[in-house]
């Protein structure tokens, strides 16, 4: 279930970007302009078989007439990306939601851009952002191959070609990302640091930045896909609903969401992973079992919210703001 205002759009142009990846123009049924929207936005997609999806927008802020997305074929896909490379053609009507932005530039006097493979897809957006500002910025795309590389023309081909550096996996050994080195090139001054890509890669930037002491707070990340959690040992427990008093048992297979959605009782969710935000909660009892990828650390260690659609309860009792 969603609040999110929706809107139709049309599919105008699907493209193969590269290898296992596909772009998708979305322009409104009725041809009116799109709401406007701010770097690092994304958009929920519906899709066809009635799942929701997150997409960060790749296409430059400014536009009116369109919203781009693109999506990588996931193997592991739980249907999001599968229907999209299969079932959405170009001509398909979807529904979307109005932009959303969780991962916002800020001003700085020196921006870092770490794209992950297809996390290049909201870093891409803020690259045009920051050129038509004159800001300085250095976007740093790594992939596994040139085949894998979404957008390599487009970029070369642009203004942003001068702030672009490529990496891949398979190249030759004095093209791959230092990491290190490229933190360290940022100074001590007013800087900000944007990671988005893989977990696994998320991790390795944030863990190298803090090591050198970048601050927490200069450092801006966003997952586009939560990691697959380990629920082999999960136990049941219970949830209280304050304004109540009524107390509800949630098994260990389903979570909060679905637990309470069996009694009647609705929060709203988007993406059902952990990584959207829609569904946070206040807690005012009991200890979280945090399994999102949205909180910060220290908001998880305030144990005061949580994501009931994917994180549980470390305590047999959580009381919840609701
Ligand atoms: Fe997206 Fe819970 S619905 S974080």
């Known amino acids: 279930m969603t609040a999110h205002e929706t809107l139709q759009v049309r599919v105008v142009k699907k493209t193969a ?8 123009e979305l322009a409104r049924v009725d041809g009116a302009a799109l709401p406007p929207f701010s770097a690092g936005s994304h958009i929920d997609v519906h899709l066809p078989n009635g799942i929701t999806r997150q997409y960060s927008l790749c296409n430059a802020s400014h ?7 693109a999506v990588l074929r996931d193997a592991a896909s739980r249907g999001g990306s599968t229907a ?7 001509g398909d009507v979807l529904t ?7 991962f916002a530039l ?11 493979g297809i996390g290049v897809t909201p870093l891409l957006c803020m690259a045009d952002r920051l050129a038509r500002t004159g800001a300085r910025f250095t976007l740093h795309y790594c992939t596994r191959s040139p085949a894998r590389t979404a957008f390599a023309a487009e970029i070369a081909a642009s203004p942003l070609a001068a702030h672009v550096c490529f990496h891949h996996d398979d190249g030759a050994p004095d093209q791959k990302l230092d990491l290190p080195a490229v933190l360290a090139a940022a100074g001590d001054g007013d800087k900000r640091l944007y990671v988005c890509g893989p977990a696994g890669f998320i991790d390795h930037v944030v863990n190298t930045a803090k090591a050198q002491g970048w601050p927490q707070d200069r450092i801006h990340l966003e997952y586009f896909a939560a990691p697959v959690q380990d629920t082999a040992g999960d136990q049941g427990f219970e949830v209280r609903i304050a304004s109540t008093g009524k107390t509800y048992a949630v098994a260990p297979d389903v979570s909060v969401v679905e637990a309470l959605r069996g009694h009647g009782i609705d929060i709203l969710t988007s993406c059902e992973q952990g990584v959207c935000g829609t569904c946070l909660t206040r807690v005012l009892e009991g200890e979280v079992d945090h399994r999102d990828m949205y909180l910060t650390d220290e908001e998880k260690a305030g144990n005061e919210q949580f994501m009931p659609c994917c994180s549980r309860a470390r305590s047999k009792l959580l009381v919840l703001d609701l």
């Open 106 to 116: 800020h001003p700085a006097q020196h921006t870092l851009l770490l794209a992950g």
């Open 63 to 69: 536009e009116s007439h369109r919203y781009r997305i």
């Open 96 to 102: 979307i939601s109005t932009p959303r932005n969780h």
């Open 17 to 24: 970007e590269a290898e296992g990846i596909a772009s998708f």
């Open 84 to 90: 999209m490379h299969d079932s959405v053609q170009q």
